[in-house]
Structure formats: C-alpha cells, structure tokens
C-alpha cells in the first residue's frame, strides 16, 4: 500500500523559512510526477508545486521566486523549501503523487495518492 508521509511543518514568523518534506514507500516513486498542495479551512485544495520525473518544475504564481522543490529518486523523497513565508502561506500541506508519466498538472483530481498533510502556521 503506497504511503507519504509530510514532515516539516511548524509555527514561523513572517520573512522566515521552513522545509517540508514528504517520505514515501509503495509508489515506483521516479516514475511519478510529485505535487505539493495546501488546503486552509473552509476553502478547496490549492495547488503549490510540482515535480515530474524528469524535475521540470512548476509552481503557483503566490509562491513562485519563494518555493522550491526538488526529489531524490534514490530515497524516495520530496522536498518543498519555502523562504521569506508569508501569513498567507499558512495552511495545511500536502504531497501527492500523479501516475501520469510527464504530466505537470495543477488539478488535484490528477493525484492518485496523498499524505496526511502537515500544518503550517506563518504569525505576523
């Protein structure tokens, strides 16, 4: 049974960073293209981040020239840096995985499998 499991997430101040990683087991991992979305209380499922296979990367324009992502293939691993953090930013995080070989699609509907997402809490 694939698994991903969030880890990183904290209470920061504003300007500072944070890095979330996101632990999987289960998936043929450098196959799939890897996504990082955030959800807040009341509102749908935002798209954050992607990383395919190949690492061409795509990011939401509220994080862009903030966020990065990467993947290491050999451990299984995602990785979202996220610097100068924003009050907007605070949410819960997710990663999941999209089986679309190349695909760099923003739609949580493309993400077959999900983490159980961890919170980020970014105070003024």
């Known amino acids: 049974q694939p698994q991903l499991v969030e880890s990183g997430g904290g209470l920061v101040k504003k300007g500072d960073s944070l890095t979330l990683s996101c632990a999987t087991s289960?998936?043929?991992?450098?196959?799939?293209?890897m996504g990082w979305f955030r959800q807040t209380p009341g509102q749908e499922r935002e798209f954050v981040s992607a990383i395919t296979s190949n690492r061409t990367t795509i990011f939401a324009d509220s994080v862009k020239d903030r966020f990065t992502v990467s993947r290491d293939n050999a451990r299984h691993t995602l990785t979202l840096r996220m610097n100068n953090l924003k009050p907007e930013d605070t949410a819960v995080y997710y990663c999941?995985?999209?089986?679309?070989?190349?695909?760099?699609?923003?739609?949580?509907?493309?993400?077959?499998?999900w983490g159980q997402g961890t919170q980020v809490t970014v105070s003024s």
């Open positions: 289960g998936l043929i991992f450098g196959f799939y293209t």
């Open positions: 999941a995985a999209n089986p679309k070989i190349g695909s760099v699609s923003e739609n949580p509907t493309d993400y077959s499998r």
